[in-house]
């Protein structure tokens, strides 16, 4: 078994320098990180970064296919993907949130408008 954390990173450009950060974007992600979580607890660990217009767009693609999900899914979905290509075996996600809670956030926008 391999743990797999996905990290939402939401990239911009200063000139030649790109920076990365958590994002505010895939809201719930950082913010309630369970106190028991601890890295060294899990050796291992592979962190897969994916970048927030990765995830809101698998986002929409899950909603489409019929599955009310929210942007913490995407991210997972996103991240899954990739620890797929690196790790042999089956691999196990799990899509933590519902869409309804974010109607009126960005992954919408494209049915207000």
């Given at each position: ?5 996905a990290?939402?990173?939401n990239?911009t450009s200063f000139?030649d320098?790109e920076?990365?950060s958590?994002s ?6 950082v913010d309630?990180?369970?106190?028991i979580f601890r890295?060294?607890r899990?050796?291992g660990?592979?962190?897969i ?8 767009a ?6 489409a296919?019929g599955f009310?999900v929210?942007?913490?899914s995407?991210l ?6 990739e620890?797929a290509?690196r790790?042999?075996g ?9 869409m309804?809670?974010y109607f009126?956030?960005?992954?919408f ?5």
């Open positions: 078994v391999v743990p797999v954390v990290r939402p990173i990239r000139g320098v920076c990365c958590f505010a974007r895939i809201p719930g992600v309630r990180l369970s106190k890295e060294d899990l050796p660990l592979l962190t970064e994916v970048e927030d217009d990765e995830a809101i698998a986002t929409r693609k899950i909603i296919k009310p929210g942007p913490s995407g997972n979905f996103c991240a899954a993907i620890a290509k790790i042999e089956p691999i196990v996600t799990i899509f933590p949130d519902r309804e809670r009126t956030t960005e992954l926008s494209t049915y207000r408008s």
